[in-house]
């Protein structure tokens, strides 16, 4: 049989463009000589619609798109993704099932059995869970559809609880009885640097295990926050990977089941690369499918915007990226250079606006509210806050998004200022530590300087007070990180770090800051995800607890 897998780029609720996108690869297939074309999870509707499946109209149109698609299936099969209604008197109202299409009809549905309801998702809460087992016989061979998480059933962790089961039933236990010749196994698996590798051993297992080859068929693009980067991939029942398709790009591919040719494996990237490439295709689809085309931020001259004015540039293009360099007079000559020298290498439009009038403003007219009061923290908030109503003063006049350029270390430690340097429309880092910042900077330059090797090299700082150091709130970054990994995605105790090496003063702190700064999170801008645990819905902690 010959078999095509369409990796593609979906957008939520647009029905009538991933219809058309669907249809086009399959009449694509079918000229091209395919049998089948497999499409990802949730195709017709995209992933994940969240309360939006509550909808009466949206399951309608939903219905109707999947009725529009299978009309125009002649002469060739396909597999589709949308939600189902659940006709029976019990349960949840809707299954997220696979549809196999041909003849211009729907020919069978097949429901997802294990619906997830860690990290990011939520699925048990719009669907009901399969019971029913089945597989389809089609040019004489039998194929097992799955969606998703019912071909593997342990949950993707690296902590304590990682080698437990997270269901009780296995569906591939129940389709194996069945004798399938091959698994077909629709996705919507979101990108994560510290899982992407877990993925492939899950699915190279359950070849080896049940002795079948598996179909794994995933989407590609950004839904907000959710980064999918495809990776499709054809494994033999040996466990072999046969052909695997790009990443974080659309990709098809047709290939004969019985004589699939030569091998096809994508190189393998280092983790910062993989990161890279899924933060420029989070901002471009952002931006994209939100219809929005310019972006701002603020350039200090750090790493951190630095990083994020680079992404920008490379998602969006020069033409489409303005920056603002906003001084004060605790801003060193050597930083406002290197913003300068950045957004010359980038090519880039910046303007120059002293922020301290404005800071001095404010300063005298809260002076008789603060008599008596020595200089704290306040007066730093003052000059991120002004910085926040210069740049969304940009953004507001020319229609810029603004970026947030806050990295995953800061934003857990809560070392940011509501209402000013935590300001945007989208957090490019919010889910990078420091010290993977740093690493995303070097792999920049690899080709050439393109961020300044001062800004890469010099000690971070605020620059809100006199010779102000990060280090003077927080320990070394490369420390500050691995505890902070510990506790987050590892969910590791205080006394379990502890046990690493660090210091339990250290220890007990960098946790009290994390849990005292949930209120600042909650009202940050969405985050790019790239690990298994980021800020926002993946990870919900309550604003007020005593822990």
């Known amino acids: 049989m010959k078999v095509a897998l369409a990796q593609l780029n979906y957008i939520i609720g647009d029905f009538e463009g991933n219809a058309e996108k669907i249809i086009q690869n399959i009449n694509r297939g079918k000229n091209e000589g395919a049998d089948l074309v497999i499409f990802s999870e949730l195709s017709v509707t995209g992933y994940y619609p969240h309360d939006l499946l509550e909808k009466k109209e949206f399951i309608q149109k939903a219905e109707d798109t999947v009725r529009k698609i299978a009309a125009s299936c002649h002469g060739i099969a396909a597999i589709i993704g949308a939600p189902r209604i659940n006709k029976r008197e019990r349960g949840k109202k809707l299954y997220n099932s696979a549809f196999f299409i041909s003849d211009g009809k729907v020919q069978s549905t097949h429901n997802k059995t294990l619906l997830p309801t860690y990290d990011v ?101 950004a839904q907000t926050e959710l980064v999918f980067d495809g990776g499709s991939v054809w494994i033999d029942k040996k466990g072999e990977i046969i052909k695997e398709l790009k990443y974080f790009n659309e990709d098809f591919l047709i290939f004969d089941t019985q004589n699939p040719g030569e091998k096809l494996v994508q190189k393998e990237a280092d983790y910062i690369e993989k990161i890279h490439d899924a933060l420029v295709v989070g901002i471009r689809d952002y931006f994209k499918k ?81 008599k008596g009061k020595a200089p704290d923290i306040t007066e730093e908030n003052i000059q991120a806050r002004a910085r926040g109503i210069y740049v969304m003063a940009l953004s507001n006049k020319f229609g810029h998004i603004l970026l947030n350029t806050t990295n995953k270390s800061e934003s857990a430690v809560g070392y940011g200022t509501l209402y000013g340097d935590m300001n945007g429309g989208l957090a490019v880092l919010g889910d990078v530590y420091k010290m993977d910042v740093y690493r995303l900077s070097r792999f920049m330059n690899k080709d050439g300087e393109v961020i300044p090797e001062n800004t890469i090299v010099k000690p971070p700082s605020a620059e809100l007070r006199p010779d102000q150091k990060d280090t003077d709130s927080l320990p070394e970054y490369e420390d500050l990180d691995k505890i902070l990994f510990n506790f987050i995605e590892l969910n590791k105790s205080p006394k379990e770090i502890v046990a690493l090496g660090y210091e339990e003063e250290v220890v007990r702190k960098v946790i009290r800051m994390v849990n005292m700064n949930e209120y600042k999170r909650f009202q940050a801008a969405p985050i790019l995800r790239v690990s298994s645990k980021a800020f926002g819905f993946g990870r919900k902690i309550p604003l007020v607890a005593c822990y």
């Open 290 to 370: 939100m219809g929005f085309k310019s972006a701002t931020l603020g350039l200090s001259g750090g790493i951190d915007s630095a990083v994020t004015a680079v992404l920008a540039v490379r998602a969006l293009g020069a033409e489409n990226v303005r920056v603002l360099l906003m001084p004060s007079k605790y801003s060193s000559d050597h930083s406002l250079n290197d913003a300068r020298e950045l957004a010359d290498n980038l090519g880039i439009q910046y303007d120059v606006v002293n922020i301290q009038t404005a800071v001095d403003s404010f300063e005298k007219e809260l002076a008789p509210l603060f």
């Open 121 to 221: 998702f939520d699925e048990y809460r719009h669907f009901e869970p399969n019971q029913n087992f089945n597989v389809v016989d089609f040019k004489g061979e039998k194929i097992a559809i799955t969606i998703c998480e019912d071909l593997w059933d342990e949950q993707p962790t690296a902590n304590e609880f990682g080698k437990d089961k997270l269901y009780q039933t296995s569906p591939m236990e129940k389709l194996s009885l069945l004798n399938p010749d091959f698994v077909v196994n629709i996705s919507a698996s979101p990108f994560s640097y510290n899982q992407e590798s877990w993925r492939k051993d899950i699915l190279i297992t359950k070849a080896q295990k049940y002795n079948v080859p598996v179909l794994y068929v995933n989407q590609v693009g």
